[in-house]
């Protein structure tokens, strides 16, 4: 029995260290980047994706208008269908409503990253931006490369 309870402890022990590392946050005032993450691209891609939860405490509408990172560009992007075609439509700046809070998925709005360097980007890779908003000013956020297996 001793040895089975020490086994538990471990496994409890190793969950509580990879939560924190899993979940990562940022925030500046009431403004809260929540879980930025990007999937790992294959050898040779020139752009890849991110998404995340931004979510606002304060008292009024927040306005996300830059993004900044190691790459030629990157930027808010809309995924559009418009009939057989897919469509990535650039986003100026994004609105997050006082107390509401806007999700960046992969199916609609996300940051889009272009100019990788030969190698993508990799499982455990962390990649540094600057995130521009009206009010709180800048915010430095990394997201963490990570596979959909450990959303």
């Known amino acids: ?9 471990a496994l409890i022990g190793a ?19 929540e879980h930025p993450y990007a999937p790992p691209t294959q050898a040779g891609a020139t752009s890849a994706i991110g ?5 606002n ?9 830059d993004i900044r990172g190691p790459f030629d560009t990157v930027t808010l992007r809309h995924r559009v269908e418009v009939g057989d075609e897919m469509r990535l439509v650039p986003v100026d700046r994004l609105a997050i409503p006082r107390g509401g809070s806007v999700t960046l998925t992969a199916e609609a709005l996300h940051v ?4 990788l360097a030969e190698d993508g980007f990799a499982k455990g890779d962390r990649i ?9 000013g800048e915010m430095e ?3 963490v490369v990570e596979t959909d297996a450990e959303q």
């Open 141 to 143: 956020v990394i997201f």
């Open 57 to 65: 405490q304060t008292d009024e509408t927040e306005k996300l208008t």
């Open 51 to 55: 998404m995340l939860t931004i979510r």
């Open 15 to 33: 969950l509580a260290l990879a939560g924190p590392a899993l979940a990562h946050e940022f925030n500046i005032g009431g403004l809260f980047v």
């Open 112 to 115: 889009f990253f272009d100019g």
């Open 1 to 9: 029995m001793i040895h089975g309870t020490t086994r538990a402890a």
């Open 128 to 136: 540094p931006t600057t995130f521009v908003f009206q009010n709180a």
